[in-house]
C-alpha cells in the first residue's frame, strides 16, 4: 500500500461518511435507512422548513410492504394490521379490477405528501440524523477517496467532505447535472395540464367518490378521459377539491403567466362542454393552482458515477398518472441504503454498490415504459377510444389483470439474486416464523434468515454471520419454504425447500452481507 493511502474502506478525514442533497420523502427515507444501520449521514436542504405544497397523496405498490416492514404503515395509515391489496385501481384512466387476481399485489396507501414529509423528517431526527435546513449544495467536486461540496448556508459559503453524496434533489438535480450523467428520454409539449384546488359547492358526489355532473353524467374520482381532453376530479381530504384539466395545446402560453380560475373554467368548458361553477378555495393553504405545459419522461444513464447516486426523481421523472413515482423512488432508497451502510461498515466489498443500478435501472425502465402507455391510453381521439375499447376488453382476463396489476406495484422485475428459487429476488411473501410475521423482524433493517423448520441444519451453516444476519427457527406449519434468507430491504437472496438443502447459502451470505467472522 503507498505510503500515503488508506484502507478501501476507511473513511477519508472529513465532515460526513454520506451527505445527502434534498429532504423530500426520498432523502429523509435514506437518511433514516442509513442511520438505522449505524452512519449518521448529513442531509442538506435548501428550503427553511418542509414544504407544505401539495405533490403527491400516497403511494401505491411495494413500497406500502417496505413501509409494513419498517414499521411505518400503521402510523402513516391509522389502520391496524398489515396493508391489504386493493381490489382495483386505475391505468390509463381505466378502472382495472383485481378481485380475481392470485395473490394481488397491489397495495395503496393515501398519505398527502406534506404529511409524509413531517413524519419521515421526525423519523430522521429521532435516529439521530444532522439535517441542515437552509443549506443548498452549490457546487462539488469528485476525486477516488470522495466528495468535496461547496454549501450555501444562513452564515455564508462553506466546504464540507464526504465519502459519499446522494442526489436526492428532483428532476433538476443540481447533483446529476455536475456529476454529468446523461439524462435521455422525451420531453412531450403537445398538451397543456391545468390544475388547482378549488371550491366546488352543490354537486353530488357518487358512491366511487367521483361526481356527477348535469349535462355530462357521472365522472369518477381521478382520471376522466373524453373526447376534447382529460378531467381530473379528487377530493383526498374534506373540503379539499382538486380538479384539473388535460388538452393538446392550442396557442402559444407566454412564460411566466400565472395560471387563475377563469383560464381553469374555459378549459373546463371546452373539455366537458358545461360550465362548473367551482370557486376559489377555502380554508389555510397553500392551494396549489399551476400549469404544466411540458412533460418529461426521463432516466439517468447511471444511478452511479464513483462516489455519487442518485435516487428518485433525480434518477428518473415521469408522468404521474397511477401514482408511481414514489414506489419507485423510496424502493431506490430500500436498495440503495443498506449496500452504503455494509460497505461503510466494512462487511461488503464494494461491487455489492454497483447492484444498486443492475437491480434499479431495469425497475425505472419498466415505469418510463408504463407512464407513456398510460398517457397515450388517455389521449384524445376517436382511434384513442378504439384503443381503450380492445384493451378494456383483454383485461377482464384473470392473466392480463394481474399482469397489470404486477406492473404498476412494481413486483413484475426479479432481481438477478443468483439464486434459482421461485421466491428469491422478489419481496419476501408476508409469512409467519411461529408467531411472528418475518416483516416484523425486519424493523431494525438487519437481514433475516428465517427458518420456519426449527431445526439446526441451517443456523449451522450461518453461524459465521451471526454478528449481521439474525437468525430466527421456529417450527411452523402451512409456510411454501423451509427458510428464506432475507435482505434488509425485504427481498428474498436465497431460499429453499428442505432444511437438509443448504446449497447456496453460504454463498448468498457472502455475496450480499460479506465474509463470514
Keep these: 500500500m ?3 493511502s488508506t484502507p478501501e474502506n476507511t473513511v477519508v478525514p472529513g465532515n460526513a461518511e454520506v451527505v445527502i442533497s434534498g429532504a423530500g420523502p426520498n432523502g429523509l427515507m435514506l437518511a433514516a435507512e442509513l442511520a438505522l444501520a449505524g452512519v449518521r449521514p448529513i442531509v442538506l436542504e435548501r428550503l427553511p422548513e418542509p414544504s407544505d405544497e401539495p405533490k403527491a397523496n400516497g403511494m401505491v405498490g411495494q413500497i406500502v410492504r417496505f413501509l409494513d416492514q419498517r414499521g411505518l404503515y400503521e402510523e402513516i395509515s391509522g389502520r391496524a394490521g398489515p396493508p391489504q391489496p386493493a381490489p382495483a385501481f386505475f391505468f390509463g384512466g381505466m378502472t382495472m379490477s383485481f378481485a380475481e387476481v392470485v395473490d394481488n399485489p397491489l397495495h395503496l396507501l393515501p398519505v398527502p405528501q406534506p ?3 413531517r413524519l419521515l423528517d421526525k423519523r430522521a431526527l429521532d435516529l439521530g440524523v444532522e439535517i441542515r435546513r437552509s443549506h443548498e449544495l452549490t457546487g462539488l467536486v469528485q476525486d477516488e477517496s470522495g466528495v468535496t461540496l461547496t454549501v450555501s448556508g ?12 446522494v442526489g436526492a434533489d428532483g428532476g433538476k438535480s443540481l447533483v446529476r447535472k455536475q456529476t454529468g450523467i446523461a439524462f435521455p428520454g422525451v420531453t412531450d409539449t403537445k398538451g397543456v395540464t391545468r390544475l388547482a384546488q378549488v371550491s366546488l359547492p352543490g354537486l353530488q358526489r357518487t358512491a366511487d367518490g367521483g361526481i356527477d355532473i348535469p349535462g355530462v353524467g357521472p365522472l369518477g374520482f381521478g382520471f376522466n378521459r373524453l373526447e376534447r381532453g382529460t378531467f381530473v376530479f379528487a377530493e383526498l381530504q374534506p373540503g379539499k377539491t382538486l380538479i384539473a384539466t388535460g388538452e393538446l395545446r392550442t396557442g402559444p402560453i407566454p412564460d411566466g403567466t400565472p395560471l387563475t380560475l377563469d383560464e381553469l373554467r374555459d378549459s373546463v368548458r371546452r373539455v366537458l362542454g358545461v360550465d362548473l361553477g367551482f370557486g376559489p378555495p377555502e380554508g389555510p393553504g397553500p392551494h396549489p393552482l399551476r400549469r404544466i405545459t411540458t412533460q418529461n419522461t426521463r432516466q439517468a444513464e447511471n444511478y452511479r458515477a464513483g462516489n455519487v447516486f442518485l435516487i428518485g426523481d ?17 424502493q431506490d432508497v430500500a436498495n440503495l441504503g443498506w449496500k452504503l451502510a455494509a460497505y461503510l461498515r466494512g462487511h461488503a466489498p464494494e461491487s455489492l454498490l454497483d447492484t444498486y443500478q443492475s437491480e434499479r435501472h431495469p425497475v425505472g425502465e419498466r415505469v418510463m415504459m408504463h407512464s407513456l402507455a ?26 392480463n389483470s394481474a399482469f397489470i396489476a404486477h406492473l404498476m406495484a412494481g413486483s413484475d422485475v426479479r432481481y438477478d439474486i443468483g439464486d434459482t428459487h421461485p421466491l428469491s429476488g ?39 454471520w451471526a454478528d449481521r444476519v439474525d437468525l430466527v ?37 457472502t ?7
Excluded: C
Design 2 to 4: 503507498p505510503e500515503n
Design 115 to 117: 404529511k409524509l414529509v
Design 154 to 165: 444562513p452564515r455564508g459559503e462553506y466546504e464540507l467532505r464526504t465519502r459519499f453524496l
Design 314 to 330: 433525480a434518477a428518473h421523472v415521469h408522468s404521474g398518472m397511477g401514482g408511481p413515482g414514489l414506489n419507485l423512488g423510496m
Design 374 to 399: 398510460q398517457a397515450a391510453l388517455i389521449a384524445p381521439g376517436p382511434e384513442v377510444t378504439a384503443l381503450r375499447r380492445l384493451f378494456g376488453e383483454m383485461v377482464r382476463k384473470q392473466e
Design 426 to 464: 422478489r419481496m419476501v411473501p408476508d409469512l409467519a416464523v411461529g408467531s411472528r410475521r418475518v416483516t416484523e423482524l425486519l424493523r431494525t433493517a438487519r437481514p433475516v434468515l428465517a427458518d420456519f423448520t426449527g431445526g439446526t441444519e441451517i443456523g449451522a451453516a450461518a453461524v459465521g
Design 473 to 509: 427457527s421456529e417450527s411452523t406449519s402451512d409456510t411454501p419454504v423451509a427458510a428464506v434468507l432475507v435482505r434488509p430491504d425485504g427481498y428474498v437472496a436465497w431460499a429453499t425447500d428442505s432444511p437438509q438443502e443448504t446449497d447456496g447459502l453460504q454463498e448468498a451470505l
Design 511 to 517: 455475496r450480499w452481507f460479506g465474509a463470514a467472522a
